[in-house]
């Protein structure tokens, strides 16, 4: 068995990998959440021109949510 007491930067070694995959990780979560974020305002703003009109709010009774769900359902 290979012990650190031959290879004594082992550890710093080790623990430099481990801090490159912890930073990879949570770039990638930062990243993702941005895109995702962009996705739904972008979403939300053509709902926004498209469905309602320019108004804040949609006409009474219209279901624009139910109606676009059902639209994207795979």
Not at 15 to 26: D, H, L, P
């Amino acid at each position: 068995m290979i012990t650190n007491a031959y290879y004594p930067n082992r550890k710093r070694a080790s623990a430099g990998r481990k801090e490159i995959i912890i930073q990879a990780k949570n770039l990638a979560f930062k990243n993702s959440n941005s895109i995702l974020l962009q996705m739904y305002w972008q979403i939300g703003q053509l709902i926004v021109e498209d469905e309602q009109q320019g108004k804040a709010k949609a006409a009474y009774g219209k279901e624009v949510l139910q109606n676009l769900s059902r639209q994207l359902t795979l």
